[in-house]
C-alpha cells in the first residue's frame, strides 16, 4: 500500500517560514493536498493541486510538489496557524485515499 | 457551501454495528463524491471509504470486509455502517466531500464521536 510520510513535529517562532513535508514514493505525480486541524475542529483543507489555495486561505500558505516529497510552507508565521497539518492524496493505482501522519506544528 | 451533519449513536457495543448517516445541504449530489473518514483519540485521520451517488465505491483495504456505504439520494443523506466493532474503532468520524477531479476534500462535517465500549 501507498505510504506518505510527514515529520511529527515541526516548531517555528512567530514571524519565520514553517516548512512541512510529505514523502511518498514518486509522489510528484500525484496531486497532493494539504490540511489544517486545530483542537476540536474538523480538518481544513489549505493547498490543493499542490500548491492551490481555496477562496479564503491567506497567501502566507503555499506547497509544492517533485519527485518523492511534496512540501507545505508557511510564511511569517503567525499564533493562530499553530495546528496539525496532514497531505493527502488519491492513489489511483489502488483508488485509495491516503492521509500522511500528520505534522504538529508548535509557534513557540 | 455544503454543509455536512453527521448523526447516529454515540456509544456502541463491542461486536455489534456502528450505524452513522451524514445529511448533506447546500450542494448537488452529484457533484462530488461522499466520503466517511475518522481520527481515532489522539491520532491520525484515517480514510474509511468513498461514494458516487451513481453507485461507484471504494473502500480502505483495511476496513472492507466490515463497512459499508450507501447514499439515499432523495433525503441528500449517505450513511456508514461498521460491522463487529471493538474498542479500537473509537474515534471521532467525519463525513466529507470530495471533489472528483482532484479528489480533494473540500467540505467536512463537525465530527462525531463513536465510543465503543460495553
Known amino acids: 500500500s501507498y505510504v506518505l510520510t510527514q515529520p511529527p513535529s515541526v516548531s517555528v517562532a512567530p514571524g519565520q517560514t514553517a516548512t512541512i513535508t510529505c514523502g511518498g514514493n514518486n509522489i510528484g505525480s500525484n496531486s497532493v493536498h494539504w490540511y489544517q486541524q486545530k483542537p476540536g475542529q474538523a480538518p481544513m483543507l489549505v493547498i490543493y493541486?499542490?500548491?492551490d489555495r481555496p477562496s479564503g486561505i491567506p497567501e502566507r500558505f503555499s506547497g509544492s510538489n517533485s519527485g518523492n516529497t511534496a512540501t507545505l510552507t508557511i510564511s511569517t508565521v503567525e499564533v493562530g496557524d499553530e495546528a496539525d497539518y496532514y497531505c493527502q492524496v488519491w492513489h489511483n493505482s489502488d483508488h485509495l485515499v491516503v492521509f500522511g501522519g500528520g505534522t504538529k506544528l508548535t509557534v513557540l | 457551501q455544503v454543509q455536512l451533519q453527521e448523526s447516529g449513536p454515540g456509544l456502541v457495543k463491542p461486536s455489534e454495528t456502528l450505524s452513522l448517516t451524514c445529511t448533506v445541504s447546500?450542494?448537488?449530489?452529484?457533484?462530488?463524491?461522499w466520503s466517511w473518514v475518522r481520527q481515532p483519540p489522539g491520532k491520525g485521520l484515517e480514510w474509511i471509504g468513498q461514494i458516487y451517488y451513481s453507485g461507484s465505491i471504494n473502500y480502505n483495504p483495511s476496513l472492507k470486509s466490515r463497512v459499508s456505504i450507501s447514499t439515499d439520494t432523495s433525503k441528500m443523506q449517505f450513511s456508514l455502517k461498521l460491522s463487529s466493532v471493538t474498542a479500537a474503532d473509537t474515534a471521532v468520524y467525519y463525513c466529507?466531500?470530495?471533489?472528483?477531479?482532484?479528489?480533494?476534500?473540500?467540505?467536512w462535517g463537525q465530527g462525531a464521536l463513536v465510543t465503543v465500549s460495553s
Open positions: 493541486y499542490d500548491g
Open positions: 466529507a466531500t470530495v471533489s472528483i477531479s482532484g479528489y480533494e476534500f473540500d467540505s
Open positions: 447546500g450542494g448537488s449530489i452529484s457533484t462530488y463524491y
